[in-house]
């Protein structure tokens, strides 16, 4: 856990946040002991910005891993208390890795915070289970 949240906050240096000056990172470790790191990328039109947590999420399934590939996920911010990921992100999270993937919520303070994505999105839509 600590190892992946220390991977987070070495991926978080690489962002690019020049209009929030809010730097996210997150890794993903994968079941062959890869770490996929991503950070959020802005953009003056901020509706074509994309956040650190589906940077990481895209960039694994790039690479061609899958959600059973996924072991765990770390996000890591400079917050108050563990960051959290925004409703988009929960959305993707919710879609791309396996419910019983722990998630690591973390700031640079060294407060992590395991959870699933059951915690962060309860009710959540998924299209698959809501046509059954």
Do not use: W
Request: proline share 4%; net charge neutral; charged share 25%.
């Amino acid at each position: 856990m600590k190892n992946l949240v220390a991977e987070a906050i070495k991926a978080r240096t690489k962002t690019y946040s020049p209009y929030s000056n809010f730097a996210v990172g997150a890794a993903i470790l994968v079941k062959d002991g890869t770490i996929i790191h991503g950070v959020n990328i802005e953009n003056a039109s901020y509706g074509l910005s994309n956040c650190a947590e589906r940077s990481a999420l895209f960039s694994t399934y790039s690479s061609g891993y899958k959600k059973e590939d996924i072991v765990a996920m770390a996000i890591v911010a400079d917050t108050k208390k563990p960051v959290s990921p925004c409703g988009a992100c929960r959305q993707v999270i919710n879609e791309l890795v396996e419910k019983d993937t722990p998630i690591y919520l973390a700031n640079l303070k060294g407060e992590i915070k395991q959870v699933k994505i059951a915690d962060l999105l309860p009710y959540s839509f998924d299209e698959l289970e809501n046509n059954e």
